[in-house]
């Protein structure tokens, strides 16, 4: 069984922690308000509803 590594993110708006799915448990992550325009990147929610994406470096 294949086990996926992830990495807690804090929102840019209110701070709050989310668990986000990486491929590699080595990656850098970067938190943007907005799409990027190059890499894997992933859009998060937080629980108090503001969304942001995840770019994997």
């Known amino acids: ?3 996926t590594a992830t990495r807690a993110v804090e929102c840019p708006q209110c701070a709050e922690r989310t668990r986000v799915s ?3 448990e080595d990656a850098d ?3 943007s308000h907005s ?3 190059y890499g894997e990147q992933t859009a ?3 629980s108090n ?3 942001y994406w995840v770019v994997v470096c």
Do not use: E, N
Request: glycine letters at 6%; charged letters at 15%; aromatic letters at 0%.
């Open 1 to 3: 069984m294949q086990t």
């Open 22 to 24: 990486i491929p590699d």
């Open 29 to 31: 992550l970067k938190v």
């Open 35 to 37: 799409v990027a325009a």
């Open 44 to 46: 998060v929610s937080c």
């Open 49 to 51: 509803g503001h969304r």
